[in-house]
C-alpha cells in the first residue's frame, strides 16, 4: 500500500468518520464535528517549518491566531499546536510538544469558538463516506454541464471538462510472453506452447476523441504423444483492430469498426464489422451490430457466419443498481439461417450488500434445425446471488444450466448426435466465508451437478491463518470430497504462501485418493499427489513476472508443467 | 538436424527473442503516465483538495506532478488498489465513461470486458488475481466439475479439450471418452475395438493412470 505523503481531501468524509471513530488517547473528548462552544475544523499540514508547520485553513476559513490545533498522528493520539499566524487561505501552526515530527499530509482539526462562526459561516463539512458514493452519483453523474466561472467560485471547482478530443493523444497497453511446457512419463508425452502478444490503445488517435485498439498473439504449439493427434505449428491470432469513437459523458454514441468484442452485449461474441449503440438521457443504452463473427477457437477463422443482432438495456436509475436488458442475434453460416440466439441480463446490485447477477441464453429453433425440437430452449442460465454481512463474511449461491444449442458453426466439442439433444450440465453450489478474527478466516462451498446421464457434487472446507509463521505469511489448509462422473475422491490440501509490495511466493501440496467409479476391479483406487511451486515478482514499472512448477504424482507415473509468465504493461 | 526440430527451434528462438524484445520496448518511464497534461483538465473532482496546489503540482505549468507524487487511495477514498491496479494511471479509472462510483460496483465487469462472453459469470476472482491477470488454480476448480482431473488429465493442457480455451471460451465439452480420444480408438487394432464393437464404456477398462495398458476387470 502506498504510503500517504500528501494529502488530498478527495472523499474526506471517510477519513473523518474513520478518524473520528477511532479510539484515541489524549484530548479532548471527540465529537464529528462540534464539541460544546466550539466548530471543529479538518485541516492537513502542507509544509513543515521546523517546529512549525502550515495548514490549509487560514483566515477565509475562521481561522485565527491563537486557537488550538491537534493533529492525529497515524501511531495514535493526538499532538497539540497553537496557530501562530493566519493568512487568507493558510495558517501557521506552532507544535506544542517536544519531539513530535509532522509530516506533510498529517491530519487534525482547529477549534473555532461558535461565537465566530454566525459572522461568517465555515466551510461546508465533507460528507461522510458512507453517503459520499451515492450522493455523487445522485449529484452529479451523467449531468456534469458546463458551467462558467462565477464570482466566488472555487477557481478548480467545476470548470469546463476538457473533451477526449482536445486532449493529447496517448498509448497504453502491454507485452507478453508465456512459455509453458508439460511433460508426462506416460509414453513420454510432453507438450510445448509458447506465446508472444501484446495489446495496444491508442487514444485521441487522430484528434477527434477517438480511439484505436489493436490486441492479437503469435504462438507456438508442440504437443507430442503417443498417437496421431501431435500437433505442430506456429499461429497468428489477431484478437481486436478496432477504430471506435463516442460513449463517453460527452457523447452518448458509440461506434466501434473492426474486429471487437460486442460492447453493448458481449454475449454476442467477437465481431467483424460495425457496433452502433447510444445512451438515453436516463442512462438506458441501445444498439445494433452486425458483421462476421470468427470462430471462438486458436484459429479465429471468419467470413462463414453473419451475424445482425440488437439490444436494449435498462437501468433503473442513474446509479443502475437495478439494471436489465434484453438483445437478439440472428446469425447465418455459409448463408444458411444458423442461430437465433436472445439473451436476457438481470442484475441488481445495491448499496446494502447484496448482489444479484443472471443471465439467460435462449436458442430459438425454426424447425429447419433437425436434431431439436421447434420451440424455445434455455442453453444457458446463470445466477450468482451473494450477500456481504459486514466487512467480514459473505454467503453467496451459484445456480447455472448450460446445454448445448444445435449450430452449424464449430463453436462447441459436439458429442454424438444421439447424445447431443439431451446433452446439457446443471450445477448449483452455496459458499461462506467469514472472518474469525482479522487473521483467521474460514470457508465452505458445496455444490450439486447433474447431467444428461449422472449426477454428483462435491464439497470443499478450509481454514486460512494469516501471518501465522511470518510478516506477509498465509498458510491454509482445506479438505474436500467429490463425487465425479468417472471418479470420486477424497483429499486435502494444504499451502503456504508470502506476499509482498514486489512480489511473493508460494508452495502448496494436495493428496487426493481417487477412486476410479466405472472401473469395478480391486484396483479402482489412484492416490494423486500434487505439489506446486510459485514465485511472482512484480514492480511498480508495470513489469509482472511468474515462474511455476506443478508437479503431478500418481501410480508410477509423474508430470511436471513448468510454466513462465511475463507481463509488461505501458 | 532433422527438419521439424529445426523449424521447432527456429520458432521458439524467434518467439523467446520477440517476447524479450517486446517487453524491453515496452519498457516506458513509469513516472511518464503521472504527467499531468495541461489539456486533461479536471476529469477528477478538484473542488474537495487541499488549497495548496504544490502538493500535487510543480511548477508554473500544471502539465507534471511532483516527484514524490503518492496517494494512499485507501486511506483517502476507502477502496483499495491491488495488484496492477496499484500502478495503474488515475485516468484509467477516472475518465470520461462517467462516474467511477457506477462501475466499481458492477465489479471487474464495470471496466473489464467480459472475454468469456458472458459464460462464466461474474465472479472473476475465482481464477484471476489483480496484478498479473494470469489464471492460476485451475485443476482445483476442475474439482468442482463432473469431471475432476486425475491422472494424465490434470497434466493435460486446457487447450487440448477447451478448443477455445486460448481465446477464453471454455464451454463444457462432453466427458464421453472417445469425445476426445476418438483417434485412440480407432488405433486400437489389437484387438480390434471397433471391429468388436467396443466403443463405449472405455473407463471399463481403461483407467486414466495409463491410456495404452488396459486392465482386466476382475
Known amino acids: ?570 | 538436424m532433422i527438419p521439424h526440430r529445426k523449424a521447432h527451434t527456429v520458432s521458439v528462438l524467434a518467439l523467446l527473442c520477440l517476447g524479450v524484445a517486446a517487453c524491453i520496448a515496452g519498457g516506458h518511464d513509469r513516472a511518464r503516465q503521472r504527467m499531468w497534461w495541461s489539456g486533461l483538465g479536471p476529469v477528477l473532482p478538484h473542488d474537495t483538495f487541499p488549497a495548496d496546489c504544490s502538493l500535487c503540482h510543480v511548477g508554473e505549468s500544471w502539465t507534471e506532478l511532483v516527484d514524490d507524487f503518492e496517494f494512499d487511495h485507501e486511506a483517502e477514498t476507502g477502496v483499495a488498489l491491488n495488484g496492477a491496479h496499484a500502478g495503474a494511471t488515475c485516468l484509467r479509472c477516472h475518465n470520461d465513461r462517467g462516474p467511477v462510483a457506477v462501475f466499481e460496483r458492477q465489479g471487474c465487469g464495470g471496466c473489464h470486458e467480459d472475454v468469456h462472453f458472458g459464460r462464466l459469470g461474474s465472479g472473476c476472482a475465482t481464477c484471476h488475481v489483480e496484478h498479473n491477470w494470469y489464471p492460476v488454480g485451475q485443476i482445483e476448480l476442475h474439482r468442482n466439475t463432473r469431471f475432476p482431473l486425475i491422472g494424465v488429465h490434470a497434466s493435460t493442457a486446457c487447450r487440448r479439450c477447451h478448443p477455445g480455451a486460448e481465446v477464453g471460451q471454455f464451454v463444457p465439452t462432453d466427458t464421453e471418452c472417445v469425445t476426445c480420444h476418438l483417434s485412440d480408438l480407432q488405433r486400437a487394432t489389437n484387438p480390434n475395438h471397433i471391429g468388436l464393437g467396443w466403443t463405449q464404456n472405455c473407463d471399463q477398462c481403461h483407467q486414466p493412470r495409463t491410456w495404452n495398458n488396459a486392465e482386466i476387470d476382475n
Not at chain 1, 468518520?17 to 489524549?26: D, E, R
Not at chain 1, 453460416?333 to 446490485?349: F, K
Not at chain 1, 501465522?468 to 470430497?481: K, P, R, Y
Request: charged share 25%; hydrophobic share 35%; glycine share 10%.
Open chain 1, 1 to 570: 500500500m502506498l504510503k500517504s505523503r500528501l494529502v488530498l481531501l478527495f472523499v474526506a468524509g471517510a477519513s473523518c468518520a474513520t478518524a473520528w471513530g477511532a479510539p484515541q488517547g489524549g484530548p479532548p473528548a471527540q465529537t464529528p464535528a462540534e464539541e460544546e462552544g466550539n466548530e471543529l475544523l479538518e485541516l492537513r499540514v502542507t509544509h513543515v517549518r521546523g517546529t512549525s508547520v502550515v495548514v490549509d485553513r487560514g483566515a477565509n476559513d475562521l481561522v485565527r491566531v491563537g486557537d488550538r490545533v491537534f493533529f492525529r498522528p497515524r501511531e495514535g493520539g493526538l499532538q497539540p499546536g497553537v496557530v501562530t499566524q493566519a493568512d487568507e487561505r493558510t495558517a501557521v501552526v506552532e507544535l506544542q510538544t517536544t519531539g513530535f515530527e509532522a509530516a506533510p499530509g498529517l491530519r487534525g482539526f482547529v477549534r473555532i469558538p461558535n461565537a465566530r462562526v454566525p459572522a461568517a459561516p465555515v466551510r461546508a463539512r465533507r460528507k461522510p463516506r458512507a453517503n459520499a458514493v451515492g450522493e455523487a452519483l445522485a449529484d452529479s453523474k451523467w449531468s456534469n454541464a458546463d458551467e462558467d466561472y462565477r464570482q466566488g467560485q472555487p477557481l478548480l471547482a467545476r470548470v469546463r471538462p476538457v473533451r477526449p478530443e482536445e486532449r493529447p493523444s496517448e498509448y497504453s497497453g502491454r507485452w507478453y510472453t508465456t512459455v509453458d511446457q508439460i511433460r508426462s512419463t506416460e509414453d513420454d508425452r510432453t507438450d510445448a506452447f509458447y506465446r508472444v502478444g501484446g495489446g495496444l490503445k491508442i487514444e485521441n488517435f487522430s484528434g477527434r476523441g477517438d480511439r484505436v485498439q489493436i490486441d492479437g498473439e503469435l504462438n507456438y504449439r508442440n504437443t507430442d504423444v503417443p498417437d496421431d493427434d501431435d500437433q505442430r505449428a506456429t499461429r497468428f491470432r489477431l484478437d481486436r483492430f478496432s477504430y471506435s469513437w463516442g460513449g463517453t459523458r460527452f457523447d452518448p454514441t458509440r461506434v466501434e469498426l473492426g474486429r471487437f468484442l460486442h460492447n453493448g452485449m458481449p454475449e454476442f461474441g467477437v465481431l467483424d464489422g460495425a457496433e452502433w449503440t447510444t445512451r438515453t438521457g436516463g442512462g438506458d443504452r441501445f444498439g445494433v451490430a452486425l458483421g462476421f463473427l470468427p470462430e471462438p477457437d486458436l484459429d479465429y477463422e471468419t467470413g462463414r457466419d453473419f451475424a445482425l443482432s440488437a439490444f436494449y438495456r435498462w437501468v433503473q436509475d442513474e446509479s443502475e443498481r437495478l439494471s436489465a436488458s434484453v438483445g437478439f442475434q440472428k446469425s447465418w453460416h455459409d448463408s444458411n439461417a444458423d442461430r437465433d440466439l436472445a439473451v436476457l441480463n438481470l442484475s441488481y446490485l445495491p448499496d446494502d450488500g447484496w448482489s444479484v447477477i443472471s443471465s439467460a441464453w435462449i436458442d430459438i429453433y425454426t424447425g429447419s434445425d433437425g436434431l431439436k425440437d421447434r420451440g424455445p430452449e434455455l442453453t444457458q442460465a446463470l445466477v450468482n446471488v451473494s450477500r456481504s454481512l459486514g466487512t467480514d463474511t459473505l454467503v453467496g449461491l451459484r445456480v447455472s444450466h448450460v446445454a448445448l444449442p444445435q449450430l452449424q458453426r464449430q463453436e462447441f466439442v459436439v458429442p454424438q448426435p444421439l447424445d447431443f439433444v439431451d446433452a446439457h450440465v446443471d450445477r448449483a453450489s452455496v459458499f461462506a466465508r467469514t472472518d474469525l478474527s482479522p487473521r483467521t478466516r474460514v470457508r465452505a462451498e458445496a455444490g450439486m451437478w447433474s447431467d444428461e446421464e449422472d449426477s454428483g457434487g462435491n464439497a470443499e472446507a478450509g481454514v486460512e491463518l494469516s501471518e501465522l509463521l511470518f510478516e506477509g505469511s498465509l498458510f491454509g489448509l482445506a479438505a474436500f470430497g467429490v463425487n465425479g462422473q468417472f471418479s470420486d475422491a477424497i483429499g486435502g490440501r494444504g499451502y503456504l504462501r508470502d506476499w509482498g509490495p514486489s512480489g511473493g511466493w508460494s508452495l502448496e501440496y494436495e493428496l487426493a485418493n481417487n477412486d476410479l467409479v466405472g472401473f469395478t476391479s480391486q484396483n479402482d483406487d489412484l492416490p494423486q499427489h500434487r505439489i506446486r511451486v510459485q514465485w511472482d515478482h512484480v514492480s511498480i514499472e508495470g513489469w509482472s513476472v511468474r515462474l511455476s512448477l506443478d508437479t503431478q504424482v500418481w501410480d508410477s507415473e509423474y508430470s511436471v508443467l513448468g510454466s513462465l509468465h511475463v507481463n509488461r504493461s505501458f
